[in-house]
T-cell receptor, first 112, second 112 residues
């Protein structure tokens, strides 16, 4: 099936730093979602994006729906220790009854 | 509080012993699905249901069954579990109005 590409698999940053992640696809998506998963818990929705070029913020998080509709970006500013976790991108490709497609996630570590 | 619940959260069983993982949502969503999450493979859809009495296979349905007799519940059934079904399982429901998907807290299953 379709895949969303997220890399690298892991990122290590210092507390207070900003970090940027991106997610790419070979096909066009109608909706982009960003989730965070804490250890032992289910993914929690952070931001949803619905149209090309859209920029949406949720606290220190900002995400953008790429203009080509084949990518999306998530930025975390002024990172704190509780930002640690796995960040997934997900999206609905074009087409009726399309299924939610996931990236494999990026594990973020924040050094105090 | 809007939520997806799963039970049990943790389960250790033996090969061949039938088990059921329950899933319930209180958001009146029509669409529900089950995923398994494995290291390096990300989230993979097992089965989904677009409404009561309507279920369909996802990407990895072998060895699983589901039922959808009422809108709020979507149990996952393993008739004869095998060790390769050891995994972290998530139930999810989809809000069509916002095109977002909400996940349960997960069930960690170990099959010995």
């Amino acid at each position: 099936g379709q895949q969303l590409n997220q890399s690298p698999q892991s990122m290590f940053i210092q507390e207070g730093e900003d970090v940027s992640m991106n997610c790419t696809s070979s096909s066009i998506f109608n909706t982009w979602l960003w989730y965070k998963q804490d250890p032992g818990e289910g993914p929690v929705l952070l931001i949803a994006l619905y149209k090309a070029g859209e920029l949406t913020s949720n606290g220190r998080l900002t995400a953008q729906f790429g203009i080509t509709r084949k990518d999306s970006f998530l930025n975390i500013s002024a990172s704190i220790p509780s930002d640690v976790g796995i960040y997934f991108c997900a999206g609905y490709p074009t087409g009726a009854n399309s299924k939610l497609t996931f990236g494999k996630g990026i594990t973020l570590s924040v050094r105090p | 509080e809007a939520q997806v619940t799963q039970n049990p959260r943790y389960l250790i069983t033996v090969t061949g012993k039938k088990l059921t993982v329950t899933c319930s949502q209180n958001m009146n969503h029509e669409y529900m699905s089950w995923y398994r999450q494995d290291p390096g493979l990300g989230l993979r859809q097992i089965y989904y249901s677009m409404n009561v009495e309507v279920t369909d296979k996802g990407d990895v349905p072998e060895g699983y069954k589901v039922s959808r007799k009422e809108k709020r519940n979507f149990p996952l059934i393993l008739e004869s579990p095998s060790p390769n079904q050891t995994s972290l399982y998530f139930c999810a429901s989809r809000d069509y109005s916002t095109d977002t998907q909400y996940f349960g807290p997960g069930t960690r299953l170990t099959v010995l």
